[in-house]
């Protein structure tokens, strides 16, 4: 902190490697914190939420600078993200996405925080303006295009057509002799993900139950989302195996995301003992190992980290998708997908009265 590349961005864990270290359990993983954009999303959205819910001098009272860089530069990270795709959620989703791996989830989390600012009659920080204008740039020209790219077109029940999203969840299915058979298990919960974020992009809330689009919603926007809508709807008795989604997961999720494989300039053990990636010998080090970045790392170091081998294995350079590798944990939740879904129709409908 404090120089032209100062960066303070919010991590996951409330622990640090130090209380690793003093205190047996329960300990975070790798012993090392993480940065997780859906959790950064979320946080600097709440931060919002209280500042607008206070006294304008109030509000200025707790954001001091440090708080305002925290603020503005989890913003900044979810920015980069959304306006570079290729090189963070197209090519390694798994490392992007720790723990929430469906992307129009980060959409909806970034979405909805744009709606809230933008909906704002005034905002008590100039730096809340700043982030209102970062988000909803990432999500007007990055993350709509995305969005509505994903999509995927077909006949509803009443033979009109409607939109869908999907993921990865049963899309890897096979029959017994290996003939791929998708099974689609998070369409629903795709979908209405994917509408809400939509919807929180392109509409202002003017007073509690009044909705209204956006200036400048593209009309690819306003022709999407009844065809989404209009999927939801014909899912509203569908059965829970048709309602699953992964709204959340483990972190590691194969040999492709162990953080220990990774280039660094930490590598030691809780106990302090120094180690050597490159020269170590036998297993893979257990529980106790730290490895991890003090500092900055130029681009061509870093570059030359990812030719090395460490710990006796290179550098996982490629991710060959969810469906494929090692089993990782998923939370699935039929009653939230259908809380998304129903959210989604319930701003719909009161877009239609106001519109």
């Given amino acids: 902190r404090g120089g032209p590349s100062s960066v303070a961005l919010i991590t996951t864990w409330m622990m640090s490697t130090e209380e690793c270290r003093s205190i ?29 819910s206070m006294d304008p001098k109030t509000a200025v009272s707790l954001m001091d600078r440090e708080m305002q860089e925290l603020y503005r530069d989890g913003a900044a990270l979810l920015q980069w993200i959304l306006e570079n795709p290729n090189s963070t959620l197209h090519s390694r989703p798994d490392l992007v996405l720790v723990y929430y791996p469906v992307p129009y989830t980060l ?67 096979t ?12 369409r629903v919960f795709s979908t209405a993900v994917a509408v ?39 899912q509203v008795e569908a059965s829970e195996e048709k309602l699953h989604g992964p709204c959340f997961s483990g972190d590691v999720k194969g040999m492709e995301q162990l953080p220990i ?5 930490v590598y030691e053990l ?19 190992v730290i490895v991890g970045v003090r500092g900055m790392i130029s681009e061509e170091e870093y570059v030359a980290m990812l030719n090395r081998s460490c710990f006796g294995l290179h550098v996982p350079k490629v991710f060959p998708g969810f469906n494929h590798g090692a089993p990782f944990p ?8 259908r809380a998304a879904s129903l959210l989604a129709l319930a701003k719909a409908v009161v877009l239609s009265r106001t519109a």
């Avoid at 017994?176 to 298990?185: I, L």
């Avoid at 494989?261 to 300039?265: E, K, Q, T, V």
């Avoid at 998923?330 to 997908?337: A, D, G, R, V």
């Fill in 175 to 186: 029959e017994f002799g290996g003939k791929p058979k998708p099974s689609h298990e998070d």
């Fill in 24 to 52: 047996e359990n329960p300990q975070i993983p790798f012993n090392l914190n993480n940065v997780d954009p859906a959790v950064v999303a979320n946080v600097i959205f709440g931060i919002s939420e209280v500042l607008l």
């Fill in 261 to 265: 494989l990774f280039p660094g300039n």
């Fill in 196 to 234: 809400n974020a939509l919807l929180d992009t392109w509409t202002l809330v003017d007073s509690p139950g009044v909705l209204r689009w956006r200036r400048g919603v593209p009309g690819a926007v306003q022709r999407a989302i009844p065809k989404g809508i209009a999927f939801l709807v014909s």
């Fill in 330 to 337: 998923y939370w699935s939740s039929p009653s939230l997908t």
């Fill in 270 to 288: 809780l106990d302090h003992t120094q180690i050597s990636c490159t020269s170590w010998l036998g297993a893979l080090p257990g529980a106790s």
């Fill in 107 to 173: 959409h909806w989390f970034v979405a909805r925080h744009v709606r809230l600012l933008s909906s704002a009659v005034r905002l008590p920080l100039g730096v809340m303006g700043e982030v209102r204008e970062m988000l909803f740039r990432a999500m007007a020209e990055y993350g709509t295009p995305a969005l509505l790219q994903a999509a995927q077109e077909s006949k509803g029940m009443s033979g009109k057509k409607v939109l869908h999203w999907e993921h990865f969840l049963g899309n890897g299915d």
